[in-house]
């Protein structure tokens, strides 16, 4: 639990999970097991007694499985995290909220998203990552972090956070999270705080995606407030989207730079879009209807063929 209240993120993850009606229907099947690893002894004796407590409510209220269980383990994180079961069909879902950057994420990473199913969100301190960066001393507990020496080649200066980012992207790819995308939490001061997840299936980075979008319904990408672009750097074809609506301009342009100027499928375009920041629900009203009826994408519909429907051998061009 935060100073002004707010729950914690294990709360939250628990609390959300029984309140799903799905728990007791279609996934009446599934055992969830959520351990919760806490450095401090004071903070994780406080979780237990609130996710009891949260138990104790869910049980009350009939939303309770027995399915479920949970325990909350003090130490670091590295050192408590269960093993793979083995055996058995199982997903793992790693969430890694470390205190600075003197843990090793990448590492930990790397050797637990070997499973099929495998899910990760890390919080990424960026600004206290970049300011410590350029101290002596911090190497090692950088390299941990990175998992690489890499960090050591980049340049200081203001592109020094993004390039680190990307820096962090590309280690969780090579990690075996194959899809991966980041979130800007609201920044506190001049301090900037990201959420990078990942995902080695795309179902998975699909549901990254729709956490994403649901928070920031308009770019999908943060706490930040919407911007129209400046003069002469509208995306191709599209105004900008009124308030509140997915600014899908910029799938537009990753599209027509993607394909030019050759003819491609809906099912093509859809491929593309599962693999980009954008969501599939994204795609065919809000971006191709609308290229379409600007002039800028052409489109060829067999006969008895509507729309943007899969399977009915729909081509596209951009023009």
């Not at 790397?110 to 410590?132: E, G, H, Y």
């Not at 890499?150 to 020094?160: E, F, L, N």
């Not at 989207?241 to 050759?262: K, S, V, Y």
Request: proline share 7%; hydrophobic share 40%.
């Amino acid at each position: 639990m935060y100073t002004g209240g707010e729950p914690g993120s294990p709360v939250i993850l628990l609390g959300a999970l029984c309140a799903n009606p799905r728990l007791t229907a279609q996934w009446a099947s599934v055992d969830y097991e959520l351990h919760f690893v806490e450095k401090e002894p004071e903070r994780a004796t406080m979780l237990r007694a609130q996710l009891a407590t949260l138990e104790a409510t869910m049980r009350q209220e009939g939303k309770w499985s027995e399915r479920v269980s949970w325990s909350v383990t003090c130490g670091n994180y590295e050192e408590h995290i269960p093993e793979p079961i083995l055996g058995r069909e199982s997903a793992l879902f790693l969430f890694l909220d470390p205190f600075g950057y003197s843990h090793s994420p990448m590492t930990l990473t790397r050797d637990l998203v070997q499973q099929p199913k495998s899910d990760t969100l890390i919080f990424l301190p960026l600004s206290f990552v970049n300011r410590f960066a350029g101290r002596d001393g911090q190497e090692p507990a950088l390299d941990r972090f990175f998992g690489t020496p890499t960090w050591r080649d980049v340049p200081s200066g203001p592109d020094r956070p993004t390039a680190l980012l990307e820096l962090f992207r590309h280690q969780l790819r090579s990690a075996g999270l194959e899809w991966v995308a980041d979130f800007r939490l609201k920044p506190d001061g001049s301090n900037e705080y990201w959420i990078v997840g990942g995902s080695s299936h795309l179902k998975g980075f699909a549901s990254i995606k729709e956490a994403f979008w649901t928070v920031d319904p308009v770019n999908g990408q943060g706490f930040i407030a919407a911007r129209a672009p400046a003069p002469g750097q509208q995306t191709l074809g599209f105004d900008v989207a009124p308030a509140g609506e997915p600014n899908t301009g910029p799938l537009l342009d990753l599209l027509r730079e993607h394909f030019g100027e050759r003819r491609f499928t809906v099912e093509d375009a859809i491929a593309f879009t599962e693999r980009s920041r954008f969501l599939v629900t994204h795609l065919k009203r809000m971006t191709l209807a609308k290229a379409e009826s600007s002039g800028i994408l052409e489109v060829q519909r067999p006969t008895g063929a509507r729309q943007f429907k899969e399977g009915k051998g729909i081509t596209l061009r951009f023009t």
